[in-house]
């Protein structure tokens, strides 16, 4: 496979393909708003459905609404869905984690049924549940992806939590009285944060596609939103005439989530290729 | 071997009961997390202050929580999971006349996920490197990344609209079955591919394979006798979860197909904040991802006389 040099190292080239891809991301994702482009939600009914031309790039909508300046403009909602959605299943999920594999006993207990119970739920309906109760809207589509990603970083982080505390340096911290808290955060939680990381790489990808999945089905945002998944789904109806409505917020979702995979896979095979089984 | 299964069955139906019963909690208790008063918000923003109340005493809200619980638990025990707001049908009724398409879809999408992802897994890993191995990375590689509903879409127009080689509308016969199902299974057939590849690799190079093509047995014996049975165990272990992924894949996809199953159902129960069907759908969607679960795990006893069961 071609690899690129970058300084003392080699990077597979599809990886360096794929960082770019991700560091596009989050460039729009930030600079977005104040790129020189078309505004978004602006409608033109009189220029609806038209074709790609050099005025705009990708077509525009039903609604006359430029396709590129939404799509770029849906980059910040991806990610925000993505980031928010893994950061709360991660907080939540390693904190509980930490805690059942450290203390054991009832904590563990309690803790192992009720990830059990949460794995009793299929991914997008647990999310489309968690919809349901606490209606649409961005707080609560990134509530509903993130609750799927508890349990896997609460396994994750007990099962290494309960081989850690048989480790002599964490023997030797209870020993000269560090309080327990202390062990958990200086002397477990750093050297989770690695595993913690890749996994999270590679969650990022799956929490963006039950994020779109969700807004696809219309239940997560209001459709004006430039959000690919809504995209996707406004464009629906039109697609036999005007398929550039599909493919173009399609085909940005799934480059998004191969560069992600790719790059979560790339971490993980590099620096811990234990968690290769079960842990995604 | 029979008494250990029986106990080991046993052993996993209490399971089976427990997870069930917090499931139940949580349905249960869903409709009373809604942010501020459930019954307003249930009964819709067009609901006179009498029907909010009506509402309100159905549900038993004015009962203290034990309570409403107990009642849920007596109702759902008669199979009573109430009258859905929309149409006022049972809500039993309006699953049960939806969910064998359901099923169907997803029964018909695991299949192929396993018969496809299997074989192109072993073709792979007896040709590594090769072309076939290349394109069992590319049709897992596109089954991981392309979200199942964009998959869909572009099947529709690839297969459905310009080649029309199949319907992609609606349910009759075989053929409608096809697109739908195809769709679902892809990343099925990606992960089980790719993991039927790296363990039949692996069977491969054990001493007795080695020792089975030493004392000169045909290629077919040794691949599927030997190996493949050997190679099988891992795969076999991920189609329960293989097929939550597929239950929630099944919803999107009836979406994009108009297939007459419950996926059309649960996202119009959502929209419209119906909340009994609701609840019944998501208890019956568990129960069937949890029944399947304990049936892999049989499956996979059977197949390896050496598991320990228990």
Same mark, same amino acid.
Request: aromatic fraction near 10%; glycine fraction near 10%; hydrophobic fraction near 55%.
């Given at each position: 496979?071609?690899?690129?040099?970058?300084?003392?190292?080699?990077?597979?080239?599809?990886?360096?393909?794929?960082?770019?891809?991700?560091?596009?991301?989050?460039?729009?994702?930030?600079?977005?708003?104040?790129?020189?482009?078309?505004?978004?939600?602006?409608?033109?009914?009189?220029?609806?459905?038209?074709?790609?031309?050099?005025?705009?790039?990708?077509?525009?909508?039903?609604?006359?609404?430029?396709?590129?300046?939404?799509?770029?403009?849906?980059?910040?909602?991806?990610?925000?869905?993505?980031?928010?959605?893994?950061?709360?299943?991660?907080?939540?999920?390693?904190?509980?984690?930490?805690?059942?594999?450290?203390?054991?006993?009832?904590?563990?207990?309690?803790?192992?049924?009720?990830?059990?119970?949460?794995?009793?739920?299929?991914?997008?309906?647990?999310?489309?549940?968690?919809?349901?109760?606490?209606?649409?809207?961005?707080?609560?589509?990134?509530?509903?992806?993130?609750?799927?990603?508890?349990?896997?970083?609460?396994?994750?982080?007990?099962?290494?939590?309960?081989?850690?505390?048989?480790?002599?340096?964490?023997?030797?911290?209870?020993?000269?009285?560090?309080?327990?808290?202390?062990?958990?955060?200086?002397?477990?939680?750093?050297?989770?944060?690695?595993?913690?990381?890749?996994?999270?790489?590679?969650?990022?990808?799956?929490?963006?596609?039950?994020?779109?999945?969700?807004?696809?089905?219309?239940?997560?945002?209001?459709?004006?939103?430039?959000?690919?998944?809504?995209?996707?789904?406004?464009?629906?109806?039109?697609?036999?005439?005007?398929?550039?409505?599909?493919?173009?917020?399609?085909?940005?979702?799934?480059?998004?989530?191969?560069?992600?995979?790719?790059?979560?896979?790339?971490?993980?095979?590099?620096?811990?290729?234990?968690?290769?089984?079960?842990?995604? | 071997?029979?008494?250990? %299964?029986?106990?080991?069955?046993?052993?996993?139906?209490?399971?089976?009961? @427990?997870? =069930? +019963?917090? *499931? $139940?909690?949580?349905? &249960?208790?869903?409709?009373?997390?809604?942010?501020?008063?459930?019954?307003?918000?249930?009964?819709?923003?067009?609901?006179?202050?009498?029907?909010?109340?009506?509402?309100?005493?159905?549900?038993?809200?004015?009962?203290?929580?034990?309570?409403?619980?107990?009642?849920?638990?007596?109702?759902?025990?008669?199979?009573?999971?109430?009258?859905?707001?929309?149409?006022?049908?049972?809500?039993?009724?309006?699953?049960?006349?939806?969910?064998?398409?359901?099923?169907?879809?997803?029964?018909?999408?695991?299949?192929?996920?396993?018969?496809?992802?299997?074989?192109?897994?072993?073709?792979?890993? %007896?040709?590594?490197?090769?072309?076939?191995?290349?394109?069992?990375?590319? @049709?897992? =590689? +596109?089954? *991981? $990344?392309?979200?199942? &509903?964009?998959?869909?879409?572009?099947?529709?127009?690839?297969?459905?609209?310009?080649?029309?080689?199949?319907?992609?509308?609606?349910?009759?016969?075989?053929?409608?079955?096809?697109?739908?199902?195809?769709?679902?299974?892809?990343?099925?057939?990606?992960?089980?591919?790719?993991?039927?590849?790296?363990?039949?690799?692996?069977?491969?190079?054990?001493?007795?394979?080695?020792?089975?093509?030493?004392?000169?047995?045909?290629?077919?014996?040794?691949?599927?006798?030997?190996?493949?049975?050997?190679?099988?165990?891992?795969?076999?272990?991920?189609?329960?979860?293989?097929?939550?992924?597929? %239950?929630?894949?099944?919803?999107?996809?009836?979406?994009?197909?108009?297939?007459?199953?419950?996926?059309?159902?649960?996202?119009?129960?959502?929209?419209?904040?119906?909340?009994?069907?609701?609840?019944?759908?998501?208890?019956?969607?568990?129960?069937?991802?949890?029944?399947?679960?304990?049936?892999?795990?049989?499956?996979?006893?059977?197949?390896?006389?050496?598991?320990?069961?228990?």
């Amino acid at each position: 496979m071609p690899r690129i040099s970058i300084g003392r190292d080699s990077l597979p080239l599809v990886i360096v393909f794929s960082l770019f891809i991700v560091a596009l991301l989050i460039f729009a994702g930030f600079f977005g708003p104040y790129l020189p482009l078309h505004d978004p939600y602006a409608q033109n009914l009189m220029r609806s459905l038209e074709m790609p031309s050099s005025k705009h790039w990708f077509g525009t909508d039903q609604f006359g609404r430029d396709q590129f300046s939404r799509i770029v403009a849906g980059a910040r909602f991806t990610l925000l869905i993505g980031v928010g959605a893994v950061g709360f299943g991660l907080l939540v999920g390693a904190l509980f984690g930490l805690l059942a594999g450290y203390f054991g006993r009832w904590i563990d207990a309690i803790f192992s049924r009720v990830i059990d119970v949460m794995l009793a739920f299929p991914a997008v309906i647990l999310a489309l549940a968690v919809v349901a109760v606490a209606g649409p809207g961005l707080g609560s589509l990134i509530l509903a992806v993130g609750i799927r990603s508890i349990p896997v970083f609460g396994r994750l982080s007990r099962g290494q939590t309960l081989a850690l505390r048989e480790q002599e340096f964490v023997q030797s911290a209870r020993a000269i009285g560090c309080s327990s808290g202390r062990i958990l955060l200086r002397h477990i939680f750093p050297n989770l944060a690695q595993s913690l990381m890749i996994v999270g790489t590679l969650q990022l990808a799956t929490a963006i596609l039950i994020g779109a999945t969700l807004t696809f089905l219309g239940v997560g945002m209001s459709p004006e939103i430039p959000e690919w998944g809504s995209m996707l789904n406004a464009g629906r109806p039109f697609m036999l005439q005007h398929p550039q409505l599909v493919l173009v917020p399609g085909f940005t979702l799934m480059l998004v989530m191969t560069a992600l995979n790719l790059v979560g896979d790339y971490l993980r095979d590099r620096f811990d290729p234990r968690l290769r089984i079960g842990y995604h | 071997m029979g008494l250990m %299964l029986l106990s080991y069955l046993g052993h996993r139906i209490t399971h089976l009961f @427990i997870t =069930l +019963f917090f *499931v $139940s909690f949580i349905v &249960f208790a869903m409709v009373r997390m809604i942010p501020g008063d459930p019954a307003l918000v249930m009964a819709g923003p067009e609901a006179t202050p009498e029907i909010v109340e009506q509402l309100r005493a159905s549900l038993g809200l004015d009962q203290p929580f034990y309570l409403q619980y107990w009642i849920f638990l007596e109702r759902l025990r008669g199979g009573d999971l109430g009258d859905s707001f929309q149409t006022h049908q049972s809500v039993l009724k309006e699953i049960g006349m939806r969910l064998p398409a359901t099923l169907q879809l997803a029964a018909a999408g695991i299949l192929i996920s396993v018969l496809l992802g299997a074989s192109l897994g072993v073709l792979a890993a %007896l040709r590594p490197g090769r072309s076939i191995d290349t394109l069992a990375r590319l @049709i897992s =590689l +596109f089954g *991981v $990344s392309s979200p199942t &509903f964009f998959t869909g879409l572009i099947f529709i127009l690839a297969f459905g609209y310009y080649l029309r080689l199949l319907p992609f509308a609606g349910s009759g016969g075989l053929r409608f079955l096809i697109l739908p199902a195809v769709t679902i299974s892809l990343s099925g057939v990606a992960f089980i591919s790719r993991l039927t590849r790296s363990s039949m690799l692996e069977v491969l190079s054990q001493d007795y394979v080695r020792t089975a093509w030493a004392k000169g047995l045909p290629p077919r014996k040794v691949i599927l006798k030997h190996a493949l049975r050997n190679a099988l165990l891992a795969p076999i272990t991920v189609i329960g979860l293989q097929f939550g992924h597929m %239950l929630s894949g099944v919803i999107v996809i009836e979406i994009i197909f108009t297939w007459p199953g419950t996926g059309k159902l649960f996202i119009d129960s959502i929209l419209f904040r119906d909340f009994p069907v609701i609840q019944g759908l998501i208890l019956a969607y568990t129960v069937i991802f949890a029944l399947v679960n304990v049936g892999v795990d049989l499956l996979y006893a059977l197949i390896d006389p050496r598991i320990e069961l228990g």
